[in-house]
């Protein structure tokens, strides 16, 4: 069972937008920033979003994030075939004194 | 660019012990704290333990902590990870991972991750 909850999956059309959740607490989403990484079957994962919102150089800005109170969302927009991968949350936990990853939510791309 | 390389993964018995290594190149090493995180096959990503730029401040998950140790050489630019008493639940592809801050948290996340190294505990 992971600190952060993630949906197993979620599924749109290409070009459409979808948005990934991910709820966690007080003591990790609320006061420390969450970042998002994508991994490839595979694959080694990579960083996606960092500080909640944030895009590193060379990510799309077709990918956003966002964060309120306890859970930040990812949101993907004109989706396209290249993007199913799987998705994971993380944030710093104040309590564990440790990083705690969502599940992850795989993206299929009807 | 960024280079880790992972290396120390095999088949072990449990309860026994195994030492994982990690070859930085690519970026100034002792500028950055590094982390391992590991994936179970078919799962989720868990972090397993960081080490902040100087070796002062370390953090386990509660799962290997008084089990694994983890530790830097910042001369050779390398990072290790030393398992004992290991555990069926401890298989997995272990990564090594760059974080993109000089503490292990909280930081602006792992911004460069190794191919990683596959760790098999079964008798």
């Known amino acids: 069972q992971s600190v952060l909850t993630q949906p197993p999956s979620v599924s749109e059309a290409p070009r459409q937008r979808v948005s990934i959740s991910c709820s966690g607490g007080?003591?990790?989403?609320?006061?420390?920033?969450v970042n998002w990484y994508q991994q490839f079957p595979g694959k080694a994962p990579r960083l996606l979003i960092y500080?909640?919102?944030q895009l590193p150089s060379g990510v799309s800005d077709r990918f956003s994030g966002s964060k309120s109170g306890t859970s930040a969302s990812l949101a993907i927009s004109g989706l396209q075939s290249e993007d199913e991968a799987d998705y994971f949350c993380?944030?710093?936990?104040?309590?564990?004194?440790?990083?705690?990853f969502g599940g992850g939510t795989k993206l299929t791309v009807l | 660019e960024v280079h880790l390389v992972e290396s120390g993964g095999g088949l072990v018995q449990p309860g026994r012990s195994l030492r994982l290594a990690c070859e930085a190149s690519?970026?100034?090493?002792?500028?950055?704290?590094m982390h391992w995180v590991r994936q179970a096959p078919e799962k989720g990503l868990e972090w397993v333990s960081g080490?902040?730029?100087?070796?002062?401040?370390?953090h386990y998950a509660d799962s290997v902590k008084g089990r694994f140790t983890i530790s830097r050489d910042n001369a050779k630019k390398s990072l290790s990870l030393q398992m004992i008493s290991l555990r069926a639940e401890d298989t997995g592809l272990y990564y090594c991972?760059?974080?993109?801050?000089?503490?292990?948290?909280?930081?602006?996340?792992?911004?460069?991750w190794g191919q990683g190294t596959l760790v098999t505990v079964s008798s």
């Open positions: 500080y909640d919102d």
């Open positions: 007080s003591s990790n989403i609320a006061y420390n920033a």
């Open positions: 991972v760059k974080d993109s801050g000089i503490t292990v948290a909280p930081t602006n996340g792992f911004d460069s």
């Open positions: 080490i902040s730029w100087s070796g002062d401040t370390i």
């Open positions: 993380a944030a710093w936990d104040d309590t564990l004194t440790g990083w705690v």
């Open positions: 690519g970026f100034t090493f002792d500028d950055y704290a």
